[in-house]
């Protein structure tokens, strides 16, 4: 049993627990996932790790509330106890594996939209930790969704905030925010990473391929079953098909067909979809998930 040793509310349907599990600590970095379960009757739920602790044993996870699952794991408080806790899963962030001095010398700007602030904490944290300052853009719906603001202004060179609705600091959407940093502050950046939803992922991404600027996404808002099986975060990146928990969750934003990811998310929701989907893609269609009959 994994132990809960703090459970908080961040906002509406957010949710903050930090975790015992120290061989998971002891071996994640930033951007990998775990896989969660309450009990033996639970659903298996990916999630990616906003923060952890080696030294205490502590992986801290955020959620949102999108189900009967999820909804049973906003009612566990510190004392509770998950049934499993596996990880680290995925693959980590492609710049914690690059040469230290190299990496000093680029200009990172990443962009989190919503929930899309937890896997993006970890990533600017590590990079503080190693003494690089990126920029950060953090983008949510109302002044009320906004998350991890106090973690995120420590650990960023420069922070900026907006807001759907102009409720704080400024209104608009997180491109307005990367296209004045660029074309009217003259900001240069060598990366840009840009995690939240499917949507802001696509734009952000069309934006900085006309910016000119290598873009890495994280697909893990299509992950299901996290373990490559069930084929509902199949993807296509570039000419290729590859599944987001066992070969990201990190892909080139410039290369992935989000327009296909996204109506292949809502198509897999529904029986008659996953029907639709075994049918459309034949032997490449990945079974597994116990729906489709993929796996028979």
């Known amino acids: 049993m994994y132990k809960i040793v703090k459970a908080e509310k ?4 957010i949710f903050l627990m ?4 120290p061989r998971v600590a002891r071996a994640c970095e930033p951007g990998e996932f775990v896989i969660v379960k309450i009990d033996q009757v639970g659903e298996r739920i990916p999630l990616t790790i ?25 009612s566990l408080k510190a004392g509770d106890s998950f049934q499993d806790f596996v990880g680290p899963l995925g693959r980590p962030s492609e710049f914690t594996q690059q040469e230290l001095e190299t990496l000093k010398r680029k200009k990172m700007l990443f962009v989190a939209g919503g929930v899309g602030a937890a896997p993006v904490y970890p990533q600017v944290k590590w990079l503080k930790n190693h003494g ?9 719906k109302t002044k009320d969704m906004l998350i991890l603001e106090d973690r995120m202004r420590e650990a960023a060179g420069n922070l900026y905030i907006t807001t759907d609705d102009g409720s704080y ?19 240069h950046y060598d990366i840009c990473v840009a995690i939240g939803p499917m949507i ?16 890495i996404v994280s697909m893990n808002p299509i992950m299901v079953d996290g373990t490559g099986m069930c084929g509902a975060c199949r993807l296509t990146v570039g000419e290729e ?42 032997d490449t269609h990945h079974g597994g998930c116990g729906h489709c009959g993929g796996d028979e």
């Open 241 to 282: 098909v590859k599944f987001a928990c066992v070969d990201g969750p990190e892909f080139d934003g410039h290369l992935v067909n989000f327009d296909e990811a996204m109506k292949r998310q809502q198509m897999y929701r529904t029986e008659e979809g996953r029907a639709m989907l075994k049918l459309k893609e034949g």
């Open 50 to 74: 906003c923060d952890y602790d080696r030294d205490a044993g502590l992986v801290t996870i955020v959620f949102q509330i999108v189900g009967a699952s999820t909804q049973r794991m906003a």
């Open 10 to 13: 961040l906002a509406d349907k």
């Open 132 to 140: 690089i300052d990126a920029d950060v853009v953090v983008g949510s």
């Open 18 to 21: 930090d975790v015992e599990a």
């Open 169 to 187: 600091v400024r209104k608009g959407m997180v491109t307005d925010v990367v296209r004045d940093l660029v074309e009217n502050q003259g900001k």
């Open 200 to 215: 802001m992922m696509k734009f952000t991404c069309l934006l900085t391929k006309e910016l000119k600027i290598p873009t």
